[in-house]
């Protein structure tokens, strides 16, 4: 509240009171606002949640708990929703919006504001916060004074690595497979400020480093807000990932899925630090084609297999990414043999609107690829379980690079089966199609073409073996000899 920047962000664990403080802000800003010639100080702000439902459950319940219609005047409840603030000398209009897409910009674009709260940010896309931008400082007009101050102000809990927040606030770099274009709009203005409030929980490491216990972070914000049992009671049950983000105010995303390799341990299968490619070894590579194009870079140890390097792309056409994938060949691997390259055997055929299949493509850029043996999608998945089940020589059958964050992020969770909208525990058969399914479907490629597969298909089935039905259990003797014996004594003591 002391920075007078025209952008200002702040990122934080749940219960911090990053809502309210934003709630305040408004009030405070307002009240600051100089008088107009007839002694008035006028304000009007937009408050933007990404949906509807979300803005009038928790953004507008969260401003009427402070600024109650008994006290602070009546609310308009048909959209646009607004309430109206007169109270001495103060003429305060909230407006609150939802914008649920890009597209909704234009829902902005009449508006005449003096500043601009975005709740929960992470979920609003970057050009509706470039247009809430340009709609700030238009009220009150010269003509009356102008705002004393204007600016947008905006909040949300951790947000994914690759979000606009955490490159721009330079918690995250600016990843590879962005456009110019793309990066360019990610330089953070001077003008621009973000803030990160303090985990709600400090971790309990043992000796090799695990996550044992949680307790409260005595240096949290808005502790005198909340319960002494707050976080530890919402902890409970949660996985790392949900307390990562939630909790401890890391950069993560969570999913609704189901994870689709429960063999996967990022202390087991993740390098503490950057792998070196072993030099005179031959290298694979998977590749995933698509408008979002991924592929993966592996080498085999010794019956290990080493994952050194991703590179996902996003609205990249074949041509195009061929040049990435041969500079990336070229660049950081330039000096090893390449082994095979596999790629999506569906790339084979011409699709209706080209002559070309991505494999012709490649070749004319020099890359020799051909077709994985299968597109099986359970085949696949086996020929990465294999590897992740496997130890040899007391280490695992697989280890990638630290530095694979879409492949890791998809191990954790973000590649899995869809929960389907029903009641009950139940999901799809086949694993969901996003962001992370493109870079394990270039690793599921790589390992089978690699041998995993063949492994597989040449497994010996294990000999069924069927339980003898002539056995009594109670004797552990064959039916046959209970029935003799019982036939005997019948005999003898004149039994019928």
């Given at each position: 509240?002391?920075?007078?920047?025209?952008?200002?962000?702040?990122?934080?664990?749940?219960?911090?009171?990053?809502?309210?403080?934003?709630?305040?802000?408004?009030?405070?800003?307002?009240?600051?606002?100089?008088?107009?010639?007839?002694?008035?100080?006028?304000?009007?702000?937009?408050?933007?949640r990404?949906?509807?439902?979300?803005?009038?459950?928790?953004?507008?319940?969260?401003?009427?708990?402070?600024?109650?219609?008994?006290?602070?005047?009546?609310m308009?409840?048909?959209?646009?929703?607004?309430?109206?603030?007169?109270?001495?000398?103060l003429?305060?209009?909230?407006?609150?919006?939802?914008?649920?897409?890009?597209?909704?910009?234009?829902?902005?674009?009449?508006?005449?504001?003096?500043?601009?709260?975005?709740?929960?940010?992470?979920?609003?896309?970057?050009?509706?916060?470039?247009?809430?931008?340009?709609?700030?400082?238009?009220?009150?007009?010269?003509k009356?004074?102008?705002p004393t101050?204007?600016?947008?102000?905006?909040?949300?809990?951790?947000?994914?690595?690759?979000?606009?927040?955490?490159?721009m606030?330079?918690?995250?770099?600016?990843?590879?497979h962005?456009?110019?274009?793309?990066?360019?709009?990610?330089?953070?203005?001077d003008?621009?400020?973000?803030?990160?409030?303090?985990?709600?929980?400090?971790?309990?490491?043992?000796?090799?480093?695990?996550?044992?216990?949680?307790?409260?972070?005595?240096?949290?914000?808005?502790?005198?807000n909340?319960?002494?049992?707050?976080?530890?009671?919402?902890i409970?049950?949660?996985?790392?990932?949900?307390?990562?983000?939630y909790?401890?105010?890391r950069?993560?995303?969570?999913?609704?899925?189901?994870?689709?390799?429960?063999?996967?341990?990022?202390d087991?299968h993740?390098?503490?630090?950057?792998?070196?490619?072993v030099?005179d070894?031959?290298?694979?590579?998977?590749?995933?084609?698509?408008?979002?194009?991924?592929?993966?870079?592996?080498?085999?140890?010794?019956?290990?297999?080493?994952?050194?390097?991703?590179?996902?792309?996003?609205?990249?056409?074949?041509?195009?990414?061929?040049?990435?994938?041969?500079?990336?060949?070229?660049?950081?691997?330039?000096?090893?043999?390449?082994?095979?390259?596999?790629?999506?055997?569906?790339?084979?055929?011409?699709?209706?609107?080209?002559?070309?299949?991505?494999?012709?493509?490649?070749?004319?850029?020099?890359?020799?690829?051909?077709?994985?043996?299968?597109?099986?999608v359970?085949?696949?998945?086996?020929?990465v379980?294999?590897?992740?089940?496997?130890?040899?020589?007391?280490?695992?059958?697989?280890?990638?690079?630290?530095?694979?964050?879409?492949?890791?992020?998809?191990?954790?969770?973000?590649?899995?089966?869809?929960?389907?909208?029903?009641?009950?525990?139940?999901?799809?058969?086949?694993?969901?199609?996003?962001?992370?399914?493109?870079?394990?479907?270039?690793?599921?490629?790589?390992?089978?073409?690699?041998?995993?597969?063949?492994k597989?298909?040449?497994?010996?089935?294990?000999?069924?073996?069927?339980?003898?039905?002539?056995?009594?259990?109670f004797?552990?003797e064959?039916?046959?000899?209970?029935?003799?014996?019982k036939?005997?004594?019948?005999?003898?003591?004149?039994?019928?």
């Amino acid at each position: 509240m002391t920075d007078n920047s025209f952008f200002r962000g702040i990122r934080g664990p749940v219960g911090s009171g990053k809502s309210v403080a934003c709630c305040i802000e408004i009030l405070r800003r307002a009240l600051q606002q100089e008088k107009d010639s007839k002694g008035i100080r006028k304000s009007r702000v937009a408050v933007v949640r990404n949906t509807n439902p979300q803005l009038r459950t928790t953004t507008m319940k969260t401003w009427l708990d402070w600024f109650p219609e008994k006290d602070w005047g009546k609310m308009n409840w048909s959209p646009p929703y607004t309430h109206y603030i007169r109270k001495g000398d103060l003429d305060l209009e909230v407006i609150f919006l939802a914008l649920d897409r890009p597209d909704d910009v234009k829902k902005l674009l009449s508006l005449e504001l003096t500043m601009i709260f975005f709740n929960e940010s992470r979920e609003i896309a970057k050009q509706i916060i470039d247009a809430g931008t340009m709609r700030v400082g238009r009220y009150p007009s010269m003509k009356d004074g102008g705002p004393t101050w204007y600016g947008v102000i905006a909040d949300t809990n951790s947000p994914d690595e690759d979000h606009w927040w955490s490159i721009m606030s330079g918690d995250a770099p600016t990843p590879d497979h962005f456009t110019r274009e793309e990066i360019l709009m990610l330089v953070k203005p001077d003008n621009w400020k973000f803030f990160n409030q303090p985990a709600g929980m400090i971790e309990n490491r043992n000796k090799e480093g695990e996550v044992e216990d949680y307790k409260v972070n005595q240096d949290a914000e808005n502790l005198k807000n909340l319960t002494s049992k707050y976080y530890p009671n919402i902890i409970q049950g949660k996985t790392k990932s949900w307390i990562d983000v939630y909790i401890m105010n890391r950069l993560g995303s969570i999913e609704d899925g189901k994870a689709i390799y429960n063999e996967f341990s990022k202390d087991v299968h993740v390098a503490k630090e950057g792998i070196i490619p072993v030099k005179d070894v031959p290298y694979y590579v998977g590749i995933d084609f698509g408008l979002t194009p991924a592929c993966i870079f592996a080498q085999q140890i010794r019956g290990r297999w080493l994952i050194l390097h991703e590179v996902v792309a996003r609205d990249m056409g074949m041509v195009r990414f061929s040049e990435v994938l041969r500079q990336e060949m070229n660049g950081k691997f330039g000096e090893l043999p390449v082994a095979r390259i596999y790629g999506d055997p569906a790339g084979d055929y011409r699709a209706q609107t080209d002559e070309s299949t991505p494999f012709q493509i490649m070749r004319g850029a020099g890359i020799y690829a051909q077709p994985a043996p299968s597109n099986d999608v359970s085949l696949r998945l086996e020929s990465v379980r294999a590897p992740l089940g496997r130890m040899l020589e007391g280490l695992s059958g697989i280890l990638i690079d630290y530095r694979c964050k879409h492949l890791i992020k998809g191990f954790e969770g973000g590649y899995q089966y869809r929960r389907l909208n029903v009641s009950g525990e139940r999901y799809t058969e086949k694993p969901d199609k996003n962001h992370y399914s493109h870079i394990h479907d270039a690793l599921q490629y790589l390992l089978l073409g690699a041998g995993e597969g063949k492994k597989i298909m040449n497994q010996k089935p294990q000999k069924v073996v069927q339980a003898k039905r002539d056995f009594n259990v109670f004797t552990r003797e064959p039916r046959q000899v209970v029935r003799r014996r019982k036939s005997i004594f019948q005999r003898r003591h004149g039994i019928m």
